[in-house]
């Protein structure tokens, strides 16, 4: 088997850098957060590994204000220049490097608008009476408040000093060191991490202790819920080290955002970020949380090394939350978990092109957002779940943890791990292995007809009820079959692809009140048949939703529900035009082209 150097990353079409000529070893960070600019100051110290020493050092800005570039310690100018913009990849920034220079450092600010990776939020946007900000890197923004390689195919380790004004609190993806408000909070990750997993915090928050390595942090108003919701963390992340190996990351804290966060969550090392849609009040939804935990494994151990390859990262993340489901929950909510998300991926396999059905997407010249998909994420998992049907679960194991073990702290393409598949798991069983189409799964368009499904029993009473809904099309039919005592996932069943009239959902809401249920997951598919049926009660709390929650996943059916209606696109962008300045800018990207708005110059979506 051909072996990769991990010293040589490789490169990446999403990049302007160069790292087999000068390769950032480690960031040093030294900033200020000003809330009334909106705005980070301060220095960023690389550390440098040079193979070429002819070679400029090349990073990756978007929006960056770089006032001096300094070689350390000679603390003497260098000459560099910030070449033309692209409109995905940002400005590519050039830094000539004198001869035996192996670190420089650059002094600049980000954006006065804003960075497209850091959210400001006004205190009118948060639970309580403080402002708050937090950054989302992934996939390419990170460079956007730090000029870096901005690349997961390059690993750094870093550090960093944070002031922020005087009742905030700094928190970031790494082990604090210390420090306080007077002098600077301190951190450092001593492990290598892709750029995109740098991440900052900072507001008014509090913690609450769940075990000797978890805690949970949020703000006063939201952190008591947060943690009682979120009690069994130190469960999974013990599951977690039964089924694939030690858990290498020392601290596993998770930071309940606000609800502006674009995405459910983010697997920051040592700092989970989560969406509080999650906060259902009886556990439901917490497979989020055992999604993000299983990225200490796959994403944040072993990295896709170009976003082509993010399959390597969600694939395998997906089927890992759903071990952890079943090893904590049992195998019933493990099964429902899984027949809901091969549901999700039909329905999106029936609107993608035949190129973005496939694991190895194809990237070049887009936005690597475009491959976010339920591709990588539910048909690699259904894909792993293949594997371990062949190979039987045993077995299986045995393979993730060699691989995890094998590419630690690596960033890995698809043709790395499709040689290790085959050197560790095809090669030593190779009458199983002619049952498994790899290339097909990886490099074609569509689900194979080998592909495993779940199905379970606790959908059977809920599919009856369905039915009876859907083919009678009245609230008698309901009625009739009285109470329904149903889980979250039932509800869902239930609710995913039903077409009712306004009458039968009057009948529904009045005694279940889905209108104004408190779990997130369940009311955005509510609110979906809500606009098709053109029920008005729900309407104000469509509106209500919009405006206060970011996260892209209820965002984006929510839109395209009402694009469907007639005046649709009017009542849609109206919504929009209120709801859009509490959006991240992921969001905002998706949503802008959906919607097709052109916002006024100078508009953002920071406050």
């Excluded at 309580?128 to 870096?148: E, H, K, V």
């Excluded at 740098?198 to 008591?224: D, F, Q, T």
């Excluded at 049907?389 to 690596?410: K, M, N, P, S």
């Amino acid at each position: 088997m051909q072996k990769h150097n991990p010293d040589v990353p490789q490169r990446d079409p999403h990049s302007f850098s160069q790292p087999s000529a000068v390769c950032v070893q480690h960031v040093s960070l030294d900033l200020d957060l000003d809330f009334d600019q909106l705005q980070a100051r301060g220095t960023c110290t690389l550390s440098l590994r040079r193979t070429d020493p002819s070679a400029p050092l090349w990073l990756d800005t978007e929006g960056l204000l770089i006032d001096s570039v300094m070689a350390v310690p000679m603390d003497t100018p260098v000459p560099f220049e910030l070449g033309p913009r692209d409109p995905t990849l940002g400005q590519p920034l050039r830094i000539e490097l004198p001869s035996a220079c192996d670190r420089v450092r650059i002094v600049y600010r980000t954006a006065a608008s804003g960075a497209a990776a850091m959210q400001w939020l006004s205190s009118a946007q948060t639970s309580g009476d403080q402002p708050f900000l937090f950054t989302q890197g992934q996939a390419i923004l990170t460079r956007s408040w730090i000029p870096l390689q901005d690349s997961p195919a390059v690993r750094v380790t870093w550090d960093a000093r944070i002031r922020a004004p005087k009742g905030l609190r700094p928190l970031m993806s790494a082990e604090e060191r210390g420090g306080d408000a007077a002098t600077g909070y301190t951190f450092a990750m001593r492990h290598p991490v892709p750029s995109y997993l740098i991440a900052l915090a900072c507001g008014k928050l509090e913690e609450r202790i769940i075990s000797a390595r978890c805690a949970v942090w949020a703000e006063p108003e939201v952190v008591e819920a947060a943690s009682k919701e979120l009690e069994d963390m130190e469960r999974m992340v013990a599951a977690c080290e039964q089924l694939f190996g030690p858990y290498r990351w020392g601290r596993y804290d998770v930071l309940v955002l606000p609800a502006s966060f674009p995405f459910g969550g983010m697997e920051n090392p040592c700092l989970t970020f989560a969406t509080p849609t999650i906060l259902a009040g009886d556990k439901s939804l917490v497979a989020l949380i055992a999604h993000e935990l299983a990225h200490s494994w796959s994403g944040n151990l072993v990295t896709n090394a170009t976003w082509r390859d993010f399959w390597l990262n969600e694939g395998f993340t997906v089927y890992l939350e759903q071990r952890i489901m079943e090893h904590v929950y049992g195998v019933e909510r493990a099964k429902m978990e899984i027949a809901l998300s091969m549901r999700q991926l039909a329905q999106e396999l029936r609107t993608l092109p035949p190129g973005d059905q496939v694991l190895h997407i194809d990237l070049a010249g887009r936005n690597p957002d475009d491959g976010m998909t339920s591709i990588p994420y539910d048909k690699g998992a259904a894909f792993l779940r293949r594997l371990e049907q062949v190979f039987g679960r045993q077995r299986f194991d045995a393979f993730l943890r060699a691989y995890f073990d094998r590419y630690a702290f690596q960033s890995i393409t698809t043709s790395q791990f499709s040689e290790w598949l085959q050197h560790d798991l095809l090669d030593q069983e190779p009458k199983l292995a002619a049952t498994v189409d790899v290339p097909l799964w990886i490099e074609t368009p569509g689900l194979p007809a080998d592909a495993p499904f779940a199905e379970s029993t606790a959908f059977l009473a809920v599919d009856v009820v369905r039915e009876a809904v859907s083919s009678q099309k009245s609230a008698a039919a309901l009625l009739a079959l009285g109470d329904l005592d149903w889980n979250t996932q039932q509800w869902l069943r239930f609710l995913a692809d039903l077409r009712v009239d306004a009458a039968v959902m009057a009948a529904i809401d009045t005694r279940h009140r889905l209108t104004t249920s408190g779990n997130s997951e369940v009311l955005c598919l509510w609110l979906e048949l809500a606009i098709a049926a053109d029920y008005a009660p729900a309407m104000p709390r469509l509106e209500q939703f919009l405006v206060t929650v970011g996260r892209r996943k209820f965002l984006k059916p929510l839109y395209e529900a009402l694009l469907r209606t007639a005046n649709g696109k009017e009542r849609a962008l109206a919504m929009y035009q209120k709801a859009r300045p509490h959006y991240h800018a992921v969001a905002v990207r998706t949503l802008d082209e959906l919607l097709g708005y052109a916002a006024p110059t100078g508009s953002g979506t920071q406050r």
